[in-house]
């Protein structure tokens, strides 16, 4: 495998895979029309930031190369591939639709009759709770570990169906967990700086614990890349394993710092504003 055939070995992975292709277009188009009509319905015209669309129109397109270019291709025959893809997905394409604010621009698109009555709904129970830091970490830990099951993995590799469930899940799930991080979105609940440090661990903690458990393994705990791979899927799936823990670590080790440079930032500007006085 080279660099070459993850740039251009380019596939649309069947009709489920195409249809997926067509919903991810749909949505950057959705998300481009409401920019427009809240512009147009702002009594004051504001314009939607152009920063939140281009963290958004780039996820989505992020999302697209990571799916069918080279590295969705290989995926299917090579663990340490379906890995990067997973984690592209995860600690790229996520936090940057998270940054988009879809739910923002939702509410900004929205007449103020309607924008009220999906506040209502958001401050529902089942919403709140599943939108909350410890909702949201614990939705994605469970997809996370669930979905790394040697019969669930393999089900995903042989059914395409369930393969495209599995990357809406993953999607779903990683942009509701990096929604509270980000704050973009005006969310019931957001954690504070001690929060934040926690919902960073509990985002860590699953995946080094896959990494851990693929890393040690002394077997292929995939079959299916045993039948691809050969006496080779060994190695493949530690090099998959390293993909994983190496990736995860600094991916979230901004949010893990922020609470700690806020308070410097702080003292900073209260010394700056002291000088100037």
Request: hydrophobic share 50%; glycine share 6%.
């Amino acid at each position: 495998m080279t660099l070459r055939t993850l740039a251009l070995d380019w596939s649309l992975d069947g009709p489920v895979g195409a249809a997926f292709l067509v919903l991810a277009a749909a949505t950057a188009f959705v998300y481009l029309l409401a920019a427009k009509v809240g512009t147009r319905r702002d009594r004051r015209h504001r314009r939607w930031p152009r920063g939140r669309t281009i963290c958004f129109l780039t996820g989505m397109s992020v999302l697209i190369v990571d799916l069918y270019s080279g590295v969705g291709t290989e995926a299917d025959t090579r663990l340490s591939v379906h890995m990067l893809e997973h984690m592209v997905m995860w600690v790229v394409v996520a936090p940057l639709l998270a940054a988009g604010a879809p739910l923002r621009l939702t509410l900004f698109a929205l007449r103020p009759a309607d924008r009220r009555v999906l506040a209502r709904w958001l401050h529902a129970r089942p919403v709140s709770v599943l939108t909350s830091p410890v909702g949201s970490v614990a939705l994605f830990t469970a997809v996370l570990l669930i979905s790394h099951l040697p019969a669930v993995y393999g089900l995903a590799l042989r059914d395409d169906y369930v393969h495209e469930l599995e990357h809406g899940l993953y999607l779903l799930t990683a942009v509701l967990m990096w929604a509270p991080l980000v704050g973009a979105d005006p969310l019931p609940r957001r954690p504070g700086p001690r929060g934040q440090l926690a919902c960073v661990a509990a985002c860590m903690a699953p995946m080094v614990l896959i990494a851990l458990w693929l890393r040690t393994a002394q077997h292929a705990v995939y079959g299916h890349y045993l039948a691809t791979l050969g006496p080779s899927a060994l190695q493949d799936q530690h090099t998959g394993a390293t993909i994983m823990w190496t990736a995860c670590i600094p991916a979230f080790a901004a949010p893990a710092l922020a609470p700690i440079r806020a308070p410097q930032r702080r003292r900073q500007q209260m010394r700056s504003q002291r000088a100037t006085a």
